[in-house]
Each structure stands twice: as structure tokens, then as C-alpha cells.
């Protein structure tokens, strides 16, 4: 477990040079890949210290960190993450066809409406497939 969490540690100090090294050369490079370099330097700098710190945490309590994984894993707890993610599906669902109408009746363009009706029949397909899947599967 020490040398992962060294090796994030190494990833975050990458990314705050690579962040020191955007700052000095930043009129030497154009826009886009500016930004690009900015991304990737924020997300391992982000990546690695909140890994590292993880995994500090977790060698310093791993009794918390078997019974987090514990309940994490447990049947009840699963099945209120399914719940949870099924009902925001459908919140999603219903919005989509909203925001279709929404665009409908304030005459807005017509490749949103197709887009939002696009997901929201994309997402019934999906669901139905799924279902047949898994009807099978048990």
C-alpha cells in the first residue's frame, strides 16, 4: 500500500509542475492547448492528493476503512443505491421530454426538440432492453 500511495504523491507533485510549467510558458503556447495542459495538470494534481490522502487515511485506520467497505457493499445499502439511481433515471427521463416541450412551445430550434426527444426514446430503448436482460439473467 506505500509505494501507491507514493506513486500518487509523485502524480500530484507532476501536476503541479506541469501547472508551474503552463504558467511560464504560457505566452509561447496557443489557446487550446493551454487549456488542455491546464486540464490535465489540474485533474493530476487533483487525482493524485486526493488519492494520496486516501490512502494515508486508510493506512492509518484501516479498521474504518474494512467497515466502510463493508457497508458500502452491503445487500440493503445496494439496493438503496439502485433505487436512488433508477428514480433519478427517471427524473432525468421526464425532464428531457420537458425541456422537448419547453422548445416546442417557445418555437425554439428544432435540433434541440429532436435531441431531447432523441434521449428521452434512447433512454425507454435502453430501459426495455435492460429489463429483458436481466429477466433472463434471473
Known sequence: MRTKTKLYLLLGLCGIA???LILCL???LTQPLDGILIGLGSGMVGLGVGRFA???FEEKNP???RQAEIEANDERNQAIRFRAQAQSGLVLQWL???AAW???LTDGPLWFTLAAVGVFTGKTVLELGLMAYHQ???
Open 102 to 104: 419547453l422548445c416546442i
Open 18 to 20: 506541469l501547472l508551474a
Open 96 to 98: 428531457a421530454m420537458a
Open 136 to 138: 433472463r439473467r434471473m
Open 26 to 28: 504560457r505566452s509561447n
Open 63 to 65: 479498521q474504518e476503512m
Open 54 to 56: 486516501l490512502g494515508r
